[in-house]
C-alpha cells in the first residue's frame, strides 16, 4: 500500500511539471515581420510616411499600403499646422471663432491634399505576406502646399495673416521626426 502511494504522489509530481509552460526564446528582430528601414530618421529635407496592409491580393495590399504611407505624412503635416496655428494664437492673441473655423478649414483641405510630388522609395513584402510601403516628401514641397492652403483662406479671413502662419509652420516642420506608421 505504501508503495501504491510513493507511486501515484510520484506521477502526480510528474505531471506537474509537464504542465509547466515552456521557455520561451528572445525575440529576433526578423522575426518582427517588419523591415529593417522603418527605424531609420529620414533626411533633412524629407518627410516619411509608412503605411502597411495585408489582403488577399499582392496589388490590393500594395495599394493600401501606399494609401497609408501617403495618409501617414497628412498625419504629420496636420500635427505641424496644428502646432504652427498653436503658436500663431498665442503670438496673435486671435484665439476667436474665426481662428477656430481658419484651422478647420485648412484641416479639411489638407486632409485631402493629393500628394503628388510623393515619392515611393522603398516597398518590400515581409514573410507574413504583409506589404510595408515608405513614401517620401520633401519638405519644400510641403511647405508650398501648406502655403497655398493657408493663402486660399485669405479671402474669407481678412485678419488671417499666411506669411506669419508659415513662419511657425517651418518652426514645426524643421524637427527631423520619425515616420508615423499607419496600417489601419
Do not use: H
Not at 103 to 126: G, P, S, Y
Not at 130 to 136: A, E, P
Amino acid at each position: 500500500m505504501r508503495m501504491i502511494l510513493i507511486l501515484s504522489v510520484s506521477l502526480l509530481a510528474m505531471n506537474g511539471c509537464k504542465s509547466a509552460p515552456p521557455q520561451t526564446a528572445p525575440v529576433e528582430a526578423e522575426n518582427l515581420n517588419v523591415p529593417d528601414w522603418i527605424s531609420l530618421p529620414p533626411p533633412e529635407d524629407e518627410l516619411w510616411g509608412i503605411g502597411a496592409a495585408f489582403a488577399a491580393k499582392d496589388y490590393e495590399a500594395m495599394l493600401v499600403a501606399e494609401t497609408r504611407a501617403k495618409a501617414s505624412i497628412v498625419q504629420r503635416l496636420r500635427l505641424y499646422l496644428d502646432g504652427a496655428f498653436d503658436g500663431y494664437n498665442r503670438r496673435a492673441d486671435a484665439e476667436n471663432r474665426a481662428v477656430d473655423a481658419l484651422i478647420e478649414d485648412a484641416a479639411f483641405k489638407l486632409d485631402n491634399m493629393l500628394l503628388k510630388e510623393a515619392v515611393v522609395d522603398k516597398r518590400q513584402q515581409t514573410p507574413n505576406k504583409t506589404w510595408w510601403y515608405r513614401v517620401s516628401y520633401k519638405k519644400a514641397d510641403a511647405r508650398t502646399a501648406v502655403f497655398q492652403i493657408l493663402d486660399s483662406e485669405i479671402e474669407q479671413y481678412p485678419e488671417f495673416n499666411p506669411n506669419r502662419a508659415i513662419v511657425f509652420f517651418d518652426e514645426q516642420s524643421a524637427k527631423n521626426d520619425a515616420p508615423i506608421v499607419t496600417s489601419e
